[in-house]
Each structure stands twice: as C-alpha cells, then as structure tokens.
C-alpha cells in the first residue's frame, strides 16, 4: 500500500518549486553552462571554500615554440606587470573550467592593444570545478595569483575580439618574475625537459635582458 502525505496547496506548490530548482540547478552543473561561479547568481551556493584541495591535470601542447623569435610571431601583444585582481571563475563548454586574472601593464614591449598602466584581462585554464569541490590547476600551468608579476606573450582569445587574451602556447608564452630575474615552468620528463629551449636559455636570467632581445627582434 502506499502512503499518501497529506499537504495543504501552498505547500505541494513549495515542494514543486524546491524540487524545480535543485532540478536545474543540476542541469546546469552537469551541461557545462557558462555561468559566472563568483558573481552572484544561482551557482553562489558553490562558490569555491577559502583554501580548497588543488589537483594538477595532465595538459597537451600543440605548437612548440623554441625561441622567443618563434613566440613573437603569434604574440601580438607582449607585456610585463602584476596580477591585480581574479575577476571571475566559470565553466564553458562540456563543462571546463576557466579563470579571468587580470594583469596591469607597466610595460608594453610589443603591440598597441594596451597602454602602459591599463589592465589587461588573461584567460586561463583551470580553476574551481563545483563538481569536484576542487582547484584544477593545468600542468606547467598554475593559475596566476595576485601580487604574482609576469612577462606574458599573448594573442585574443577571438581573432576580432581584444578585450580577452591568452598566454601563447600555454606555458610557452608565460615568464615569472622574481627579483627581477625570469623563470619558466619545466617539464618534469627528463628528456622533454632537455628539449625546453626556452627554459634552458632564459631561467634565471634578467628580466632587462629578455626585454632587451624581444625589443631588438623586428
């Protein structure tokens, strides 16, 4: 027999509506909407904890790029400053994660889609994933931290569009600064990592010096 749960209207039309929402709530985790994760809306309640779990995904590289030569070519647009801010955190597409940094210029040394002192937004792959409850970093990829300054190769995320850029390459088009030295991220393969040109050419050495070189390339 089954049983029957007795219920004013108002409160079947709650129960509805309850169940509605968790509904599409669910539809919209598991479709990969687009939706902003941080500002406001529905998906708030998943907003990443203060100090979340961060686990590292396994990333594949098209094109690699040997020397800076190479990176100019598909970098428009080349700058040296700071990480400012973390505008937003969304997922797109089959549901990857996406985070928005957003760097300020102190130095433009190529291109003239930034000024000197303007900020500039950096899409990058990777970030809290409601799914998992956790930070997906990509390999060679750590998402960029505020107060973290960088040399950055970048071309749009849209060819028309240059209001969002990318790192070239990946890691390729991506030098932290330090002390006014540069460093890149390395492979941990041994054999990959003896074929990391870049690295081994300009890790450790002068942030002026790399500046000097992209400025003095045509």
């Known amino acids: 027999m089954r049983s029957r749960i007795a219920a004013s209207g108002s409160s079947r039309i709650r129960v509805i509506a309850a169940l509605l929402g968790a509904l599409v709530i669910a539809s919209v985790l598991w479709t990969g909407s687009s939706l902003r994760l941080f500002e406001g809306n529905t998906l708030n309640l998943f907003q990443s904890p203060a100090e979340p779990e961060r686990i590292v995904a396994e990333a594949t590289y098209g094109k690699r790029y040997d020397s800076v030569s190479e990176l100019l070519e598909d970098s428009p647009l080349v700058v040296r400053g700071r990480i400012v801010r973390i505008s937003d955190n969304y997922l797109e597409g ?81 030098f932290k600064v330090e002390n006014g030295k540069v460093y890149r991220p390395t492979p941990e393969d041994p054999l990959a990592r003896a074929r990391e040109t870049l690295s081994r050419d300009w890790n450790g050495k002068s942030v002026a010096a790399i500046e000097s070189a992209i400025r003095s390339i045509p």
């Open 94 to 174: 089959d549901g990857v994660a996406f985070t928005n940094a957003v760097l300020r210029a102190d130095v433009v040394l190529r291109g003239n889609y930034a000024a000197e002192g303007g900020d500039i937004l950096v899409r990058q792959v990777g970030g809290f994933e409601p799914r998992i409850g956790k930070v997906v970093e990509m390999e060679l990829q750590p998402l960029m931290r505020v107060g973290d300054e960088y040399l950055l190769f970048l071309h749009p995320v849209r060819r028309n569009e240059l209001d969002r850029w990318v790192v070239t390459g990946g890691f390729s088009g991506r």
